[in-house]
């Protein structure tokens, strides 16, 4: 990854901070983006010269697309985008849901990967290369009690990275999917202190920890992980952590 440049949304904490720190130990340039400032501000001062931080919520179309020229300018042309910004707040019934936080929830998980795939596409396209990937769940797969803004914005995103596989792999673009399983994160706090469904009745000690998915996307970036272009990897599968070396 020797002076890759790599954009990672949600990169405040979680699977997108441990990300940012994995992909530059590789010798990547990264660029993190959130919402909160003072997070990535503070991850980019840790990383060093080769971080640069940007304020911007992926939802909107306008500020992306800004993001991503101001990264170009900074750091060159961007060879990886890993969509990774997501909410699950507030999780609730759908009949008692709350409509304006049900939408948020869907122009954040869907929108904001449509948002980042526009941005870099066409440039990507232009040069045959570059690399997307788009962190998914077993909610995109599956319903689950409370959740029904998340798994229907991750089922979203999931056929969205089939979709730009489809359009683009063939110009020689690199579009996965990864579902992470449970991940030791703030998102999983939120899930244990709502009560709802069977994910909130999980032990802590049965989430992986957060440098499993960003070691694994580093792997997704090799040209080890090229048969399963276009396609959504699990973690969950003992395949793949024995490929990337998780244990």
């Known amino acids: ?34 919402r909160s400032s003072a997070e990535i501000d503070a991850l980019a001062a840790e990383i060093g010269p080769q971080a640069m931080a940007l304020t911007v919520d992926v939802g909107d179309w306008e500020a992306m697309a800004a993001a991503i020229a101001s990264v170009e300018a900074a750091f060159g042309p961007v060879d990886v985008l890993i969509n990774n910004a997501g909410v699950i707040a507030p999780i609730s019934g759908l009949a008692e849901s709350t409509p304006s936080a049900w939408m948020e929830a869907i122009t954040i998980n869907l929108g904001g990967v449509y948002n980042g795939m526009r941005a870099v596409l066409p440039a990507m396209i232009a040069r045959g290369a570059g690399t997307i990937l788009t962190i998914s769940s077993g909610a995109a797969h599956s319903p689950l009690q409370g959740w029904s803004h998340y798994c229907a914005s991750k089922a979203g995103a999931a056929m969205l990275t089939r979709s730009a596989h489809l359009e683009a792999g063939d110009s020689g673009l690199r579009i996965m999917g990864l579902s992470p399983g449970t991940v030791a994160t703030q998102m999983q706090k939120d899930i244990k202190a709502s009560g709802v469904g069977p994910v909130a009745k999980l032990n802590w000690e049965d989430h992986v920890p957060a440098d499993w998915p960003a070691r694994t996307l580093l792997w997704m970036c090799s040209a080890q992980a090229d048969s399963y272009l276009g396609q959504e990897i699990s973690l969950r599968d003992p395949v793949i952590r024995e490929k990337v070396g998780l244990q």
């Open 1 to 34: 990854m020797d002076g890759k440049v790599v954009v990672i949304t949600g990169a405040s904490r979680g699977i997108g901070a441990a990300a940012a720190q994995v992909f530059a130990a590789a010798g990547a340039k990264v660029a993190l983006l959130a």
